[in-house]
């Protein structure tokens, strides 16, 4: 037993909930120190009993293969220990009050254990294992600053009137509920937003769901920081991901100096992926690292998109390189097999890819922007390839669902994928929910309708059509005789009465939603389209490319984007 515990306490990752992976060797010729999988086993054989003086025990790891685990501080006592209720509603405080116990004054080595509550285990039957941590990631100390984006040119025209993070996704949500709602679930509430182009509807968005009311920031804020110009500054917008902080450097410094901000969390308003930000925190703590990139395994067609990773044993980041093509993207290839036991087959994951997710020291992150690499401009390209050298970087390894929305396929394909039974990834989760706009609008209505695999949001009407495959926006209008086929529809910003919709047909126009025996397939709906009677929108052509914006549509990748307001007459065939 002795020999097992000494094993465990060297070699077995962190558990946790979004299964992050402690990166061993990623290289074609490296030795990995895998455990072998004997001694990685969600529960003990002989589990311990909770009873008599802890201090008294030894204790083994444990690393949860499968399922949810809960990692959850436990008070060593004379008579027994304190531990937290899995589910409980108010676990985060109280998760933080106990470590503050286990642990004694901030700063000091960790007196306490650690147990992990796989999801068949019951009090009598936990496993534990010894902790020596001698710091513990406080949210208060951590700020995040999201990016707004830029032009937003590859989701066009999706992006034609709004920024990239107020795009919808997955019925009522927007892209940027993700890092938001992430955040919140985390424990962070210090979050900047940076918007620049076609902000309107992002600010619009923030306000309404985040800054009225609806959540209790305690300490906490939201700021939204749009592109300005400071006097004595060249004239210009934000020229990439680090301008954009360096050019609200100042309103961050001093916040962070009353604030008693440690941590800077970068994060990316376009992309979809569910994650406990503390405990990549937790690593870039635990590594004493100036940096910590969040990074996730991908395969060979998509790899060149991507900044790529290699690391050593210890997780250092020894090389990065920026969409690579040709013969530099052949030599960041690695071994993953060391993610056997987190993904499956990771032999078609041959790359480890920076998420644009990055942890910075206060003081690290000023000196870069303010000092060290004043003239430049991007963190991927140009800022962290640089800081490795005399910097330590560490690599987090998150195997987890993500998806990066970066194209209108990827984007299609991240809504069609939630439509999947059962989905890789899905909004609901009672412990860790997704945030967005309250509309307090009534459950949606349908009548003699067809309804397989799809997501219908609230305050829809059906009527007599058939939907397959497919997301149905918020107040989204289908009738008689309509078909949706693997299709998204965003929905509408706005009701049309009865009495409308019939003042609109006897003048010859169109209401908003689809128009009788329309069939749709393989397209996006953009808000408040109008799409007549008897239209077909299907592609039977295969078209890849093509503009017809006169028309209220354009096409990217093989699937046609009907426009924002627009109106496709009656009868028209795409």
């Known amino acids: 037993m002795a020999g097992r515990s000494d094993f465990h306490r060297r070699t077995a990752p962190e558990p946790s909930h979004s299964r992050h992976i402690t990166p061993a060797t990623p290289s074609i010729n490296s030795s990995l120190p895998i455990p072998p999988p004997s001694l ?102 951590v700020a995040a600053v999201i990016l707004g984006g830029g032009t937003g040119t590859q989701l066009f025209p999706l992006t034609s009137t709004r920024a990239t993070p107020a795009v919808p996704i997955g019925g009522c949500y927007r892209l940027i509920d993700i890092p938001m709602s992430n955040c919140f679930n985390s424990g962070i509430n210090k979050i900047f937003v940076m918007t620049q182009f076609n902000s309107a509807s992002l600010n619009r968005h923030i306000h309404r769901t985040y800054l009225g009311g609806g959540i209790n920031f305690t300490d906490g804020s939201v700021e939204v920081l749009a592109a300005t110009q400071m006097p004595g500054e060249a004239a210009g917008w934000f020229r990439g991901t680090a301008d954009a902080v360096r050019k609200f450097i ?17 994060l990316s308003g376009d992309q979809l992926y569910r994650m406990d930000y503390m405990e990549l925190v937790q690593k870039h703590v635990d590594d004493n690292a100036d940096i910590t990139l969040s990074c996730a395994p991908v395969g060979e067609s998509r790899a060149s998109e991507y900044g790529l990773v290699k690391f050593d044993s210890s997780g250092r980041v020894i090389q990065f390189s920026e969409k690579p093509k040709g013969a530099d993207l052949e030599a960041m290839k690695v ?19 920076s998420m644009g997710v990055y942890v910075f020291k206060r003081e690290v992150l000023l000196n870069l922007l303010k000092s060290r690499y004043t003239e430049l401009h991007d963190f991927g390209s140009e800022i962290l390839p640089r800081a490795l050298h005399d910097h330590n970087v560490q690599a987090y390894v998150f195997t987890d669902y993500w998806e990066d929305i970066g194209t209108i396929r990827s984007f299609f394909d ?29 459950p949606t209505k349908s009548d003699k309708c067809r309804i397989k695999e799809a997501i219908i949001s609230h305050g829809c009407f059906l009527r007599e059509c058939t939907i397959e495959h497919s997301i149905i926006g918020v107040r989204s209008r289908l009738n008689s005789g309509s078909v949706l086929k693997n299709a998204m529809m965003m929905g509408a910003d706005l009701y049309e009465t009865e009495d409308e919709i019939s003042g609109l047909l006897s003048e010859g126009k169109v209401p908003i939603g ?3 025996n329309s069939k749709l397939s393989n397209c996006i709906i953009d808000m408040n389209a109008r799409i007549g009677r008897d239209v077909v929108i299907a ?23 009907i426009l924002k307001n627009a109106t496709v007459k009656d009868g028209t065939v795409v």
């Open 250 to 266: 100042w309103v961050l410094e001093d916040y962070y100096k009353h604030k008693s901000i440690e941590h800077i969390l970068i």
């Open 335 to 353: 071994d993953t097999s060391f993610l056997n036991f987190a993904i499956d087959d990771p032999a078609k994951n041959p790359y480890i890819a």
């Open 514 to 516: 689809v128009g009788e």
């Open 414 to 442: 991240a809504n069609m994928a939630l439509c999947e039974q059962p989905p890789k990834f899905e909004f609901y989760d009672p412990k860790t929910p997704f945030f967005t706009s309250p509309r307090y609008l009534p």
């Open 40 to 141: 990685i086993h969600r529960r003990s054989a002989n589990p311990f009993p909770v009873a008599g003086p802890m201090s008294s025990m030894q204790f083994s790891s444990v690393l949860p293969l499968e399922g949810k685990a809960c990692v959850c501080p436990v008070r060593s006592a004379n008579n027994g220990c304190e531990r937290l209720k899995v589910g409980d509603s108010s676990s985060l405080r109280h998760e933080m009050a106990l470590r503050r116990k286990c642990n004694g004054a901030r700063g000091g080595a960790a007196n306490g254990a650690q147990c992990v509550l796989t999801s068949d285990a019951s009090p009598d039957t936990l496993v534990v294992r010894s902790s020596f941590r001698r710091n513990y990631a406080d949210p208060n100390e």
């Open 539 to 561: 592609n039977s052509e295969g078209v890849q490319e093509a503009d017809r914006p006169e028309e209220g549509y354009y096409i990217r990748s093989g699937i046609v984007v």
